[in-house]
């Protein structure tokens, strides 16, 4: 028996002389660390309502004023602070911040404040943290995703110059009206969006003696306590969950539910979470239900599944400058059967589109009709463009989205159907933009993100982006993108843009393949909530949940 | 002598140490992408990504890119990560003991099965119980990790409702060791089967050659007790090329664990480090690296000692 009592020490000195090997530079307390050190009361309030959120994507950032346009990381920060004013799921601007938003030129627009707004410390929040949240984010020091370069004062870039720190286009007429000066007139649609909804603020009172440069990594952003939204911030325990308790200063209604969640976990164990009722919802879209699970979901009789508005398509990018004859492009249009892929694969939870901007778009124009599935008028076509049949085409193909890599590999079927030659190229995104910038790709396949702002699905197409994807010249698209972005009329703006759309119909630099209507599913103890394509969060101090 | 050997092995560790920060970062660099190419988004100005390119160093020569990481490492600086602007260091020391946890648990555990399950199946060789556990162990060594923790978690997680399906604490609750123990469960279960079925067939091996032994038929015969003679003379001898395989199996722990810690959300280095790498955020991918490469290191040198000590035929050379 000694023996095997000197074999279990040995093992015991190894586990040991591991543990203490790690690297000096590891600290020992973090088995401890992991347990959440957050409020002793909850363990015996078992009434306090609790919702927790699935996502697949860890947020990777909890900073305000830079989230890089990461969907995860603003689950999180869209609970965590209000801006001037928020979005509905059918784009419609409701007022968050912002008592009002006026302006007569469509040039100046004036801002009042709503005057019971209060930072979550109970300190109130005045046009001093609009003025002192801007200079900092503009500073050249600092990294920001605020893209405000239609604000007076500010380079082409959207940020200040070296040694200016004020902005000529920024006027504080008391402590809750400010004003915002654009270079010319823009439409209130682009203000809205840009600054109304897409900046936050950073509290004057806890950062005012920040160093610009160190911004980025300040402690602040590790662990944001005083923010101005519905929720504040109880801790992050990284790669698990975000932990989320209500403002009880809230300056609008306090919000019903006491504590969210938003859980880090596989997409495959989502639906299974749901299922057991470790998460009451997933989320849009990051924490998306595969629709190949539909039917299963369906199955569950603890959750609501409903199927939210057709969302941003999944879309082949053709490399122009390789495929330079559009006949070649429309070939492959009609070659695609489009139908089978939203039936068979996406179980008819899903429309067809030809162009990027999704069918509930207030901008999507209606008269298109996409182009059918027609194998012999794509022969026909490939026959009158010449051509070379004996050509690869290089298709790359990112990984991560099961769905849509099994719909493009239909597409690959499909364009060989037609006597396409296809090289098949898997990748990681990073991978995958790498080569497209260098141009490797005939056709690739990715996802844009969703923009209120029409313009911005079309500035892909400027001739004067030679890496872009799709490495597009036109000049009539040229014009109508300039004329679009300058018109300040709405009605004239859906007029050029209904004509952009169908003149990208004809030519084809890119084509949708699916608009997917993303799953919703939400726990039957939730009474009012439910995630949504965009502005999910815009009501959450109405949600409510069965407390057990 | 065995002073001598230890610090011999530790000046050997210096330079391969170097070496491997030189090839990562080389490697890592040659990798194609890079963190900013990754904001593709089209209405972010190209001389915004310069700008960004410009502030992280991105455009200096790679060398000059080494000399300034190094030179941070050797003032105990790991840098800062590109994506979530959180101190590397931090971010790793977060990770690592849950890894360590899930390793080390893991690691037992398997020795623990692969010890009993080996020994037997060496004593009774060819028969029913030989046969019945070698299948055992060659089922635990063929089924992928990542399935069999799939089927864990749908049989003991959702259809029984046993365990957690993943997590390592229960969201908002007070923690605890229990709390820890009941998520490492699964996790702990599913790399300790992989480790034991493959240590299995090397004790089983190891002990039928102890067995032919002459000095066992010796001992037999001055009318020891079988048990005795296993145990004290068997066991022993039959255990020391074993100590050395699973020395080899902890930096293949820190591998294997990336796929487990995704699938049971165990929130240690493997899944910071797919994360890392998905972003191609350099500073924190070398991080890990060098954590791995001291783990990798130490191991070896322990190993190095430990055999020395369990056989003093070694030489120290």
Same mark, same amino acid.
């Given at each position: 028996m000694r023996k095997l009592v000197r074999l279990q020490q040995i093992i015991l000195f190894i586990i040991l002389l591991l543990v203490l090997s790690a690297?000096?530079?590891?600290?020992?307390t973090n088995v401890a660390a992991v347990?959440?050190?957050?409020?002793?009361?909850?363990?015996?309030?078992?009434a306090k309502k609790t919702i927790t959120i699935g996502i697949?994507?860890?947020?990777?950032?909890?900073n305000q004023i830079n989230t890089q346009d990461n969907s995860a990381s603003l689950t999180p920060i869209s609970l965590l602070n209000d801006s001037l004013l928020d979005v509905t799921d059918t784009a419609q601007f409701i007022p968050k911040l912002a008592e009002s938003i006026e302006t007569k030129d469509k040039q100046t627009y004036k801002i009042k404040l709503k005057p019971n707004a209060k930072w979550n410390d109970g300190t109130p929040f005045t046009t001093a943290d609009v003025a002192f949240t801007l200079k900092l984010a503009l500073n050249p020091k600092v990294d920001t995703?605020?893209?405000?370069?239609?604000?007076?004062?500010?380079n082409e870039i959207g940020k200040l110059d070296e040694?200016?720190?004020?902005?000529?286009g920024l006027h504080i007429i008391d402590a809750s009206t400010f004003e915002i000066r654009a270079k010319t007139p823009i439409d209130p649609l682009v203000f809205n969006e840009?600054?109304?909804?897409?900046v936050n603020y950073l509290p004057a009172h806890i950062l005012?003696?920040?160093n610009p440069e160190k911004l980025s990594t300040h402690e602040y952003f590790q662990k944001?306590?005083?923010?101005?939204?519905p929720y504040r911030f109880t801790s992050y325990q990284k790669g698990q969950y975000v932990e989320l308790a209500k403002?009880?200063? +809230?300056?609008?209604d306090v919000p019903k539910i006491d504590r969210i969640f938003i859980k880090v976990l596989p997409a495959a164990n989502l639906v299974a979470q749901l299922q057991t009722g470790e998460i009451q919802m997933n989320s849009l879209p990051v924490g998306l239900v595969p629709i190949t699970e539909y039917d299963k979901v369906k199955s569950f009789d603890n959750v609501h599944v409903t199927s939210a508005p057709a969302s941003e398509p999944a879309e082949l990018f053709f490399n122009t400058e390789k495929l330079p004859d559009k006949r070649v492009r429309q070939a492959i249009a009609y070659a695609l059967n489009r139908p089978l892929i939203v039936n068979q694969l996406l179980k008819g939870q899903a429309e067809i589109i030809?162009?990027?901007?999704?069918?509930?778009?207030? +901008?999507?124009?209606?008269k298109i009709k996409p182009y059918d599935y027609n194998p012999e008028k794509a022969k026909q076509l490939l026959q009158e463009a010449g051509w070379d049949y004996k050509r690869t085409l290089t298709f790359l193909i990112p990984v991560g989205n099961k769905v849509r890599e099994q719909a493009a590999d239909i597409v690959v079927q499909n364009l060989e159907q037609i006597g396409l030659n296809i090289d098949v190229q898997k990748f990681d995104f990073p991978t995958l933009i790498d080569k497209v910038e260098k141009g490797e790709h005939d056709v690739t396949i990715f996802t844009r993100d969703y923009y209120i702002e029409p313009s911005l699905y079309f500035?892909? +197409?400027?001739?004067?982006?030679?890496?872009?994807?799709?490495?597009y010249h036109h000049p009539l698209v040229d014009e109508l993108i300039l004329k679009g972005e300058q018109e300040i009329d709405e009605q004239k703006r859906h007029v050029i843009y209904d004509q952009l759309q169908e003149v990208l119909h004809d030519e084809v630099p890119t084509l949708a393949v699916y608009s997917e209507k993303r799953l919703q599913v939400v726990s039957k103890q939730v009474l009012t909530g439910k995630p949504l394509n965009?502005?999910?969060?815009?009501?959450?101090?109405?949600w409510d949940i069965v407390t057990k | 002598m065995m002073r001598r050997y230890i610090f011999r092995r530790l000046l050997i560790s210096i330079p391969v140490f170097f070496g491997i920060t030189i090839f990562s970062f080389l490697i890592m660099n040659m990798a194609p992408g890079n963190p900013v190419d990754?904001?593709?988004?089209?209405?972010?100005?190209k001389e915004m990504l310069e700008i960004r390119k410009e502030m992280l160093g991105l455009n200096d020569p790679l060398y000059v890119q080494y000399v300034k990481w190094l030179s941070g490492l050797l003032k105990g600086e790991l840098g800062y990560s590109y994506?979530?602007?959180?101190s590397v260091s931090q971010m790793i020391g977060e990770r690592i003991g849950p890894t360590l946890l899930l390793a080390s648990t893991s690691l037992v555990l398997g020795v623990l099965l692969a010890i009993p399950i080996g020994v037997i199946s060496a004593i009774k060789q060819n028969a029913t119980l030989d046969y019945v556990l070698t299948g055992l162990a060659f089922l635990g060594t063929s089924i992928p990790p990542f399935f069999l923790g799939l089927g864990f978690i749908y049989?003991?997680?959702?259809?029984?409702?046993?365990?957690?399906?993943?997590?390592?604490?229960?969201?908002?609750?007070?923690?605890g060791i229990g709390d820890i123990l009941v998520h490492l469960i699964l996790p702990a279960l599913v790399l300790g089967i992989a480790i034991a079925g493959k240590k299995v067939r090397y004790v089983r091996a190891s002990m039928l050659e102890v067995l032919q032994q002459d000095y066992l038929r010796t001992a037999r015969a001055k009318g020891i007790s079988e048990l005795v003679v296993l145990h004290k003379h068997a066991l022993r001898n039959a255990l020391i090329p074993i100590i050395t395989i699973v020395g080899t199996e902890i930096p293949l722990l820190l591998g294997g664990s990336i796929i487990i810690e995704q699938i049971f959300q165990w929130p240690g280095i493997g899944q910071l480090t797919m994360e890392a790498l998905l972003s191609r955020d350099y500073p924190t991918l070398m991080g890990l690296n060098i954590v791995a490469a001291c783990i990798v290191l130490s191991t070896n040198l322990v190993m190095d000692i430990l055999y020395a000590i369990v056989d003093p035929r070694m030489k120290y050379s």
């Open positions: 690297c000096s530079k590891t600290e020992p347990n959440p050190t957050s409020n002793d009361i909850t363990s015996n309030t078992s697949v994507n860890a947020p990777v950032t909890l995703s605020f893209k405000l370069a239609f604000i007076e004062g500010l040694k200016t720190t004020d902005i000529t840009r600054f109304g909804v897409k005012k003696n920040v944001p306590t005083v923010t101005i939204g403002n009880e200063n +809230y300056y609008l030809d162009g990027g901007i999704p069918s509930s778009h207030p +901008y999507f124009n209606k500035t892909t +197409y400027r001739s004067n982006d030679p890496d872009s994807v799709i490495r965009i502005g999910t969060f815009n009501q959450v101090n109405q | 990754m904001l593709i988004n089209p209405n972010i100005p994506s979530s602007f959180a049989i003991v997680g959702i259809q029984l409702g046993w365990l957690p399906t993943g997590g390592m604490t229960t969201l908002g609750g007070t923690g």
